[in-house]
């Protein structure tokens, strides 16, 4: 269960996105949400956009791994998609906020390895997500305002990366996933091949 989150506009979603691209051996949790769509955003690709009500009812049912109420709105893993991925051995990605993150690791932490990207400065996430042209200024400013709050959770991950320029972010977070899939504990069958080794005559 690879967690990636940041502050708003330091780049996880791009990130997220070009990893699911790259390495198909990803499936990204889609998670739940009661914000408005954004213009370029589609119903059950880049959120399961919900009422609150909707939300609520889902919450109440037990459907939701892990949920947390972030500027304002609220967003939430659906419980059987990542379940079921994690029951049929896929690696599961989740682009979710620390408050998601923590909810994991108390739940699973064994399964999970987290990733905080941060910015390079707190003007250049500024810059971002003013060129992002989707949020309004009061919106963007409530943004950068939590961003604070939300960095100072850096220490709870396991690994930080400092997202100054795309490509070298990128490649950091492809080497920590590289190197945790040949952890001894995530690899299947190697007590058996091992043993075979070891029991293997040479003549």
């Known amino acids: 269960m690879l967690v990636l989150s940041s502050p708003s506009g330091a780049g996880k979603s791009t990130i997220s996105r070009t990893l699911l691209e790259e390495d198909k051996g990803f499936e990204l949790s889609v998670s739940v ?16 956009f919900r009422t609150a009500r909707e939300f609520e009812n889902m919450r109440d049912n037990d459907e939701l791994l892990e949920w947390a109420e972030v500027h304002g709105n609220f967003y939430a893993t659906p419980r059987a998609p990542a379940e079921r991925a994690l029951s049929e051995g896929r690696d599961m990605l989740f682009d979710i906020d620390w408050q998601g993150a923590e ?36 919106v963007i400013a409530a943004r950068l305002a939590n961003a604070r709050t939300e960095i100072e959770h850096w220490l709870d991950y396991d690994y930080i990366v400092i997202n100054e320029d795309l490509h070298t972010a990128f ?17 299947p069958g190697m007590f058996d091949f091992v043993t075979g080794l070891l029991d293997e005559k040479l003549t």
């Open 103 to 138: 909810q994991l690791r108390e739940k699973m932490r064994g399964d999970v390895v987290s990733i905080f990207i941060l910015p390079p400065s707190m003007r250049e996430l500024k810059e971002r997500l003013r060129r992002r042209a989707e949020d309004s200024a009061e």
């Open 171 to 187: 490649t950091e977070v492809r080497s920590i996933v590289a190197a945790e899939r040949l952890r001894r504990d995530r690899r």
């Open 33 to 48: 949400t009661t914000r408005a769509r954004r213009g370029s955003e589609i119903d059950g690709h880049h959120y399961h």
